[in-house]
């Protein structure tokens, strides 16, 4: 069935390094990649997204790449602040005309910056 | 644009008991589906409305349903409440089927003692 795995399941970096989370996804129809970022006691907030016909998106210190052959996407997060901090989640989903509203999420990752 | 909105924020009932929770999209949003969050099984789709019809359903037992209303407004209501049905519930709302981008709103937490 369709499934998201996600790694690790949790992440401590210095500020100023950088982190990786990485995803795997099972369903070949899904082309559409979104990664949230949930706070403590708020809901998923999208940080970033990529579609299946896009290698490589970046926004500032974000940037997400797709293996669309391996299945596997990536969440890279540069010169981490503190501010970073909180639980990421990557999903998958059929978009365009076959979109149904359904998200498949990973298990999530709760990064930790240290100042 | 005001974002999601979702009521109430806490809530606390018994087993057996049912709960009705409402959410708001973004205004012109079309598009509201429905999560289960717990730190067992992680976000969880429960289903979608679209122009007031369901579209699309997941896994869930049949005491979890839900309508959407003409002004794109939605509720979800659990009926015979047990003890796992504790969980964050969250609602996201795109703007039309063609649009892939969910928003999300803060969240319901339920508690059933």
């Known amino acids: 069935g369709e499934n998201v795995e996600q790694h690790p399941s949790t992440l401590s970096v210095q500020e100023g390094d950088s982190a990786v989370i990485k995803c795997t996804y099972s369903d070949s129809a899904s082309n559409y990649f979104p990664w949230y970022k949930q706070e403590l006691g708020k809901g998923p907030q999208l940080i970033i997204d990529?579609?299946?016909?896009?290698g490589e998106k970046k926004d500032q210190r974000i940037a997400v790449t797709l293996n669309k052959t391996a299945k596997h996407f990536s969440l890279h997060i540069t010169e981490t602040q503190p501010e970073d901090s909180a639980v990421y989640f990557c999903a998958a989903s059929m978009g365009g005309s076959s979109n149904t509203g359904k998200l498949i999420f990973g298990q999530g990752t709760t990064l930790q910056v240290k100042p | 644009k005001a974002g999601v909105t979702q009521t109430p924020r806490y809530l606390i009932k018994t087993r057996g008991q049912q709960v009705t929770l409402s959410c708001s999209p973004i205004?012109?949003?079309?598009?509201v589906s429905w999560y289960q969050q717990t730190p067992g099984q992680g976000l969880q789709f429960l289903f979608e409305?679209?122009?007031?019809?369901?579209?699309n359903k997941g896994n869930f037992p049949g005491r979890f349903s839900g309508r959407q209303f003409s002004n794109s407004r939605s509720e979800m209501n659990v009926s015979t409440l047990e003890l796992g049905d504790s969980a964050l519930y969250l609602c996201?709302?795109?703007?039309?089927?063609?649009?892939?981008?969910?928003?999300f709103g803060p969240g319901t937490r339920l508690l059933v003692l």
């Open positions: 205004s012109g949003h079309r598009s």
């Open positions: 409305y679209f122009s007031e019809t369901q579209r």
């Open positions: 996201a709302s795109r703007g039309n089927s063609g649009s892939e981008t969910q928003y």
């Open positions: 990529i579609r299946s016909n896009v």
